[in-house]
T-cell receptor, first 118, second 119 residues
């Protein structure tokens, strides 16, 4: 597609339920990122996928969080047994594989999935 | 690890005036990329301007320009002729230019500056 697409746009879930958030990156982009933005805060890195390499999971806050990327394209971020502190906007982004100059290193974001845990 | 600091949580400017948002960063690397992103209430992070560290010339994009001072590790954003549509959160971000084997792929963000435009 023309841009990074995320779904759902908004999700309200009950504490303890599992949720799945989906990201469809820009066509041809091999790098995919998940970030979390809590209300009024900056962006917190969660996980990074690059081609067939092992993902960088260093930002995942707990083992309740996991992500996969099937076929090198679409990614799903799963949060198990959601807690109220998981409420945030989850932003997905993609880029070309570096090193590929400034254009390749520019990361483009989707509109985010706003998760509310009640 | 790299860090990005935005020391101005909030700024305001009169419409049509000029405003400068500050950003400093800390890195031991010599080659990297710097970005300014804008996040309006719609939440989407929109790329405003970008700069390659090895280029001394400051990047410009229409009313937006940067003052990149590599030695001082400073990357400020100047918005000229401010417009109501410029109101948003502005985030400064850093990305290493090293290859994927070094695990430095992610963008590191500052905490943001909320810009208000006064009509």
């Amino acid at each position: 597609g023309a841009g990074v697409s995320q779904s759902p746009s908004n999700k309200v879930t009950e504490k303890g339920k599992d949720v799945e958030l989906r990201c469809d990156p820009i066509s041809g982009h091999t790098a995919l990122y998940w970030y979390r933005q809590s209300l009024g805060q900056g962006l917190e890195f969660l996980i990074y996928f690059q081609g067939n390499s092992a993902p960088d999971k260093s930002g995942l806050p707990s083992d309740r969080f996991s992500a996969e990327r099937t076929g090198g394209s679409v990614s799903t971020l799963t949060i198990q047994r959601t807690q109220q502190e998981d409420s945030a906007v989850y932003l997905c982004a993609s880029s070309l594989r570096p090193p590929s100059g400034l254009a390749g290193n520019t990361i483009y974001f989707g509109e985010g999935s706003w998760l509310t845990v009640v | 690890a790299q860090t990005v600091t935005q020391s101005q949580p909030e700024m305001s400017v009169q419409e049509a005036e000029t405003v400068t948002l500050s950003c400093t960063y800390d890195t031991s690397e010599s080659d990297y990329y710097l970005f300014w992103y804008k996040q309006p209430p719609s939440r989407q992070m929109i790329l405003v301007i970008r700069q390659e560290a090895y280029k001394q010339q400051n990047a410009t994009e229409n009313r937006f320009s940067v003052n990149f001072q590599k030695a001082a590790k400073s990357f400020s954003l100047k918005i000229s002729d401010s417009q109501l549509g410029d109101a948003a959160m502005y985030f400064c971000a850093y990305r290493s230019a090293r290859g994927s084997n070094f695990g430095n792929e992610k963008l590191t963000f500052g905490t943001g500056t909320r810009l208000t435009i006064i009509p």
